[in-house]
């Protein structure tokens, strides 16, 4: 007696394991894949070879990339400098415009969520001699402007706060941030990676002067990203950090990934001319997925302004389970936690900890990164899934257990270890 | 992370999974570790009064499933031993067992803490003549 004859039947639509991480990574898009192809085989040459047909074939190919992302963002395709993602391009950014306005100025303003690829490039700043302020942000998880206003001085020269976080969502005030830095000649750079494509974004409408973006959040290729640099109102300078060529006018040496490039200007293009209707389906998905387990299970919080939102994300914390045991209990389904017990430094997210949220609750968190190729079938499916891997857990829970009988949990005397 | 075969089989048939009355003098609760560091585990022991032998345990675990596995394999260890006996389950013994990866040590840190505090409650409320209670004593303290 051993063998199952029949595995449980599966719904129409679903196929395991279900994708629902969009915020670590996308899967390419077959559209993009097909863009790429040509570029890593008989397109082969060096967009910098001036004097063959080779070269220039993927100069083209590199120019079109170029106006490909520029229009998904309002920019111009003499704006864009390729770089190999978002972590290069927001070190380039910083430290870049840290190096090069050092004469005026050596404060740089930035906000407690933001990417690690940020938050440390401001403590290497500081090693050098910069002073850095890290905003705090509000239970919603956004900045206060009054605080930005306060912390500005005569030696700020750098704004830098993402426009939409990775893992709780939440879209912050970018236009009126860029608004009060125009109006105060100081230099305004976002990290825009979970933005763009996903969300409109327009540098000129929302006075953004250095944006950081990457090709494989947005359905294109990893090892590949772009950023922003501001050439009017004002002309931005940034100081190279790669010494070489002296390609992408100076500010990035390297021979450029024309694949690559080709695959993040394929996606741009995809993303401009979808979005609307991408973003209307997933906002329906997120919505369904967070009635159905807020009509189902009791303790629940929803992490993150639902305001000012990505339209793919939900990051909910499920109280008295632990984030770890929930996802081995859902392992065909591909999400993430906020979980110390996910990571080696047995910190719970930062994130989650800068909105004000206990530990236990960080603890607890789970994100929901829906993308372009998820089902309705598939929402409903890790939905009913969570709920009932929750239940099973919370039977286990003895902190669920006293809460049930009115314990306050907050007044135990808990023998830390 | 990869789990051991045993921890899933722990984690998706956990044993012993209840509650006691903990105001019964025959029965040892522990309660250790904490809602913010992500792993709270109760434990509680039945013991008979006669012969010191353990006739049942019931453990609630707020943890990983390296944490669910260690305690639900804890009432299973610490069943049909007396106090004396179950207070030589070491940490490693548990470690072992379920081959629990460096990371995950202190899940098996806090089961044997949670067996010491239920037998250190269970102590407690029976001091037995002569003998004094020697076990550290995490409080139940619900």
């Known amino acids: 007696m051993s063998t199952v004859l029949s595995e449980p039947k599966l719904p129409a639509g679903v196929k395991l394991p279900i994708y629902m991480d969009n915020h670590a990574t996308t899967p390419l898009d077959p559209r993009v894949l097909e863009a790429m192809l040509p570029f890593f085989t008989n397109k082969f040459g060096n967009a910098a070879s001036r004097n063959h047909s080779f070269g220039w074939e993927a100069e083209k190919a590199v120019d079109l990339a170029r106006e490909q992302i520029a229009k998904l963002i309002g920019a111009t395709a003499k704006e864009i400098i390729f770089t190999s993602g978002a972590t290069e391009s927001n070190n380039l950014a910083i430290k870049g415009i840290g190096e090069m306005y050092r004469e005026r100025g050596n404060h740089i303003i930035t906000q407690v969520t933001e990417h690690k690829a940020v938050l440390d490039t401001c403590k290497r700043m500081e090693k050098l001699g910069y002073r850095v302020t890290y905003l705090p942000v509000n239970a919603d998880g956004l900045i206060e402007m009054e605080d930005l206003k306060r912390a500005i001085d005569d030696k700020t020269i750098l704004v830098t706060i993402m426009f939409a976080n990775n893992e709780i969502g939440v879209i912050q005030p970018v236009a009126e941030i860029g608004k009060l830095c125009h109006e105060k000649g100081i230099l305004f750079h976002t990290d825009a990676v979970q933005a763009v494509g996903k969300i409109p974004v327009d540098v000129n409408a929302m006075n953004i002067d250095v944006l950081s973006l990457s090709g494989h959040k947005i359905y294109g290729p990893k090892g590949v990203g772009a950023l922003y640099v501001r050439r009017r109102n004002p002309r931005v300078q940034i100081a190279s950090q790669l010494d070489g060529g002296g390609h992408e006018r100076g500010m990035r040496s390297g021979t450029l990934n024309v694949p690559g490039i080709v695959g993040l200007g394929a996606a741009c293009e995809i993303a401009r001319l979808e979005m609307d209707e991408e973003a209307t389906k997933l906002k329906a998905m997120r919505d369904r997925l967070k009635e159905k387990l807020e009509s189902n299970l009791d303790f629940i919080h929803v992490n993150g302004s639902m305001e000012h939102h990505l339209p793919g994300n939900l990051n909910m914390s499920f109280i008295h389970v632990e984030g770890e045991s929930l996802l081995m209990g859902i392992n065909d389904i591909a999400v993430s936690s906020g979980s110390a017990c996910t990571s080696a430094t047995l910190e719970p997210s930062y994130v989650l900890k800068a909105l004000g949220l206990g530990d236990d609750v960080a603890h607890s968190s789970i994100r929901f990164g829906l993308g372009r190729f998820n089902t309705q079938a598939e929402v409903d499916y890790v939905a009913d899934k969570v709920i009932d891997v929750v239940q099973k857990l919370r039977e286990l829970s003895p902190l669920y257990e006293m809460a049930k009988e009115g314990i306050d949990l907050t007044k135990v005397q808990w023998q830390a270890h | ?142």
Not at chain 2, 38 to 45: H, K, P, W
Not at chain 2, 46 to 67: L, Q
Not at chain 2, 98 to 109: D, E, F, R, T
Not at chain 2, 112 to 123: F, L, N, S, V, Y
């Open chain 2, 1 to 142: 992370m990869a789990y051991s075969d045993k921890v899933i089989e722990h984690y998706n048939n956990p044993r012993n999974v209840g509650q006691m009355d903990k105001n019964s003098t025959e029965v040892g609760t522990g309660l250790v570790g904490a809602p913010e560091c992500g792993d709270v585990m109760r434990l509680q022991i039945k013991v008979n009064p006669e012969t010191r032998v353990i006739e049942d345990a019931k453990f609630k675990t707020f943890g990983c499933g390296s944490a669910i596995a260690s305690s639900s394999l804890a009432t299973e260890w610490v069943k049909g031993k007396t106090v004396d006996e179950a207070l030589e389950i070491k940490n490693t013994d548990i470690v072992k067992e379920l081959a629990l990866p460096p990371v995950k040590i202190h899940c098996s840190v806090l089961a044997e803490d949670a067996i010491r505090a239920a037998i250190g409650d269970w102590k407690k409320k029976n001091v037995v003549e002569g003998q004094a209670v020697s076990t550290p004593v995490a409080v139940a303290a619900n």
